[in-house]
Every structure is written in structure tokens, then in C-alpha cells.
């Protein structure tokens, strides 16, 4: 199975950035996607940022021009760029991936890192 190992997070004040890792433990053939999704205090779990074997993006309104997804396979890797960051950016952020591996299609899930946006 693929397992995924999320670095980056962290305190920031507001109008900071950080930048979000998520390593995979193996290579997958043929992506579906790459997503990251983010939740906050007492909120349910939204989409972020997704992006598509292809290279297509897709972001919440909240983040547009702010987060930047992207891809390293040559190091198993996805990232979050988060600039800008508001302290209504504050939550949990989760990587998933969904791809092939072994002739089997996975949806793998990082166990989320902090993220926290104060002055």
C-alpha cells in the first residue's frame, strides 16, 4: 500500500507562507488526481486544491491567487504553496492521492499536519 508523509506545517502570521510536502512511500502509474484538503476548528472538511494527471488545476474560491498546487514525480512528492496566508487559513491540511500501484487502484490519505495562521 501507499503510504503518504505530510511536512510544512506550522505557526505563521498572517501574510506569511509555508509551503505543505506530501512524500509518497512508492511510485504510482497513471494519477488520477492529487488533492489537498484543509479543516478548520469546528468545521467540516473542504477541497482545497486538486490537481489532475494531466496537470489541471482546480482550487477553492477562498485560496485562488493565493495557493499553488504542484507536482515533483520524479520525487514522488506534491506541494501546497500557501501565500498570503489569513488566520481563516488555520486547520488541519490532508494530502490524498488516488493512482495505480501493483495493478490495484489506491486512495491514499496523509495523517494531516497543522497548520496555524496568528499574530
Known amino acids: 500500500q501507499v503510504q503518504l508523509v505530510e511536512s510544512g506545517g506550522g505557526l505563521v502570521q498572517p501574510g506569511g507562507s509555508l509551503r505543505l510536502s506530501c512524500v509518497a512511500s512508492?511510485?504510482?502509474?497513471?494519477?488520477?488526481?492529487m488533492r489537498w484538503f484543509r479543516q478548520g476548528p469546528g468545521k467540516e472538511r473542504e477541497l482545497v486544491a486538486a490537481i489532475t494527471s494531466g496537470g489541471s488545476t482546480n482550487y477553492v474560491e477562498s485560496v485562488k491567487g493565493r495557493f499553488t498546487i504542484s507536482r515533483d514525480n520524479a520525487k514522488n512528492t506534491m506541494y501546497l504553496q500557501m501565500n498570503s496566508l489569513k488566520p481563516e487559513d488555520t486547520a488541519v491540511y490532508y494530502c490524498?492521492?488516488?493512482?495505480?500501484?501493483?495493478?490495484?487502484?489506491?486512495?491514499?490519505w496523509g495523517q494531516g499536519t497543522q497548520v496555524t495562521v496568528s499574530s
Open positions: 512508492r511510485s504510482l502509474f497513471n494519477i488520477v488526481h
Open positions: 490524498n492521492v488516488k493512482g495505480w500501484t501493483s495493478g490495484t487502484l489506491v486512495d491514499s
